[in-house]
């Protein structure tokens, strides 16, 4: 049965799709396991970071199924017809790259039409869960990035996963969506009891390396005050990935940053040890 992770962050802009992009690539390249990442927010980045824009836009402009039509499989298709779809799973899984020797990364992308799902959620948060169901014995691990909002697609995230990874910014209010996001899944847990879903981290993302501010200090003490010492009891990871530009040209090229052209080894080498930080966390 394949491990299930969330990045999860109820603040935006703190890297979730960078960081999920680039955890999926690694296991791949690196630990030749077989992959499947789940965009699960309607603005679709994690989707055009791993199969590249121009290949998203390709994607849907050939009618590629996508993490909208899991949700919304039993919505009747047109007035013409009144009947829903009934939805192949496989054929939501979009094969980014097979290799040889096993190890693979699929993904099931995302649109902006995903967002139509809030407007009517009834029924629909155990739609995910149920389609990785069917499909989780392919693979060693799923990763799913997550909008940074607390709704019926964070459910549907809570129902499929084991660990959740929390990206942060060293940054002035950090901490400001730990409140909610540590509700968010303990009434998740009230509801569902049988359910064991836990935060396996969190780590600090996307700073400028060797020039750190005092502001970001002070934000960096505030997190590992609030989120380990004193009222949640979270990991913090030892191993931060600082900023670089090369991310976005992985992102741009969809490509994992330990292939993407100009970056440094420095860069390379401090995702891996972060890599070697994180997967021991979660079992792999």
């Given at each position: 049965?394949?491990?299930?992770?969330?990045?999860?962050?109820?603040?935006?802009?703190?890297?979730?799709?960078?960081?999920?992009?680039?955890?999926?690539?690694h296991?791949?390249?690196?630990?030749?396991?077989?992959?499947?990442?789940?965009?699960l927010?309607?603005?679709?980045n994690?989707?055009?970071?791993?199969?590249?824009?121009e290949?998203?836009?390709?994607?849907?402009?050939?009618?590629?199924?996508?993490?909208?039509?899991?949700?919304?499989?039993?919505?009747?298709?047109?007035?013409?017809?009144?009947?829903?779809?009934?939805?192949?799973?496989?054929?939501?899984?979009?094969?980014?790259?097979?290799y040889?020797?096993?190890?693979?990364?699929?993904?099931?992308?995302?649109?902006?039409?995903?967002?139509?799902?809030?407007?009517?959620?009834?029924?629909?948060?155990?739609?995910?869960?149920?389609?990785?169901?069917?499909?989780?014995?392919?693979?060693?691990?799923?990763?799913?990035?997550?909008?940074?909002?607390?709704?019926?697609?964070?459910?549907?995230?809570?129902?499929?996963?084991?660990?959740?990874?929390?990206?942060?910014?060293?940054?002035?209010?950090?901490?400001?969506?730990?409140?909610?996001?540590?509700r968010?899944?303990?009434?998740?847990?009230?509801?569902?009891?049988?359910?064991v879903?836990?935060?396996?981290?969190?780590?600090?993302?996307?700073?400028?390396?060797?020039?750190?501010?005092?502001?970001?200090k002070?934000?960096?003490?505030?997190?590992?005050?609030?989120?380990?010492?004193?009222?949640?009891?979270?990991?913090?990871?030892d191993?931060?990935?600082?900023?670089?530009?090369?991310?976005?040209?992985?992102a741009?090229?969809?490509?994992?940053?330990?292939?993407?052209k100009?970056?440094?080894?420095?860069?390379?080498?401090?995702?891996?040890?972060?890599?070697?930080?994180?997967?021991?966390?979660?079992?792999?």
């Amino acid at each position: 049965m394949a491990v299930c992770v969330s990045l999860i962050n109820m603040k935006g802009g703190v890297g979730k799709t960078t960081l999920a992009s680039q955890i999926a690539w690694h296991a791949v390249m690196q630990m030749d396991k077989k992959v499947l990442l789940i965009d699960l927010d309607p603005q679709a980045n994690a989707s055009q970071s791993v199969m590249s824009p121009e290949g998203w836009l390709n994607y849907l402009d050939k009618g590629g199924l996508t993490v909208a039509d899991v949700f919304e499989q039993f919505t009747p298709t047109g007035v013409a017809s009144g009947s829903p779809k009934k939805l192949d799973p496989l054929k939501a899984i979009h094969k980014r790259v097979d290799y040889k020797d096993g190890s693979l990364l699929h993904i099931v992308p995302s649109r902006l039409e995903l967002s139509w799902t809030l407007r009517n959620p009834t029924g629909k948060e155990t739609l995910l869960a149920r389609f990785v169901a069917k499909v989780e014995q392919n693979y060693d691990l799923i990763i799913i990035d997550c909008s940074p909002t607390d709704s019926i697609l964070t459910d549907a995230a809570y129902h499929c996963t084991r660990h959740i990874l929390v990206p942060i910014r060293a940054e002035f209010l950090a901490s400001i969506g730990f409140p909610l996001l540590n509700r968010s899944v303990q009434a998740f847990k009230m509801r569902h009891e049988d359910k064991v879903i836990e935060i396996c981290g969190l780590v600090f993302n996307d700073f400028v390396r060797g020039n750190e501010k005092r502001e970001h200090k002070l934000a960096r003490q505030d997190v590992k005050d609030k989120a380990a010492a004193k009222e949640y009891g979270w990991y913090v990871f030892d191993n931060d990935i600082p900023h670089s530009d090369s991310y976005f040209r992985a992102a741009r090229d969809g490509m994992p940053i330990s292939r993407t052209k100009g970056a440094h080894h420095k860069v390379k080498d401090e995702f891996a040890t972060f890599a070697e930080e994180f997967f021991p966390r979660i079992g792999l």
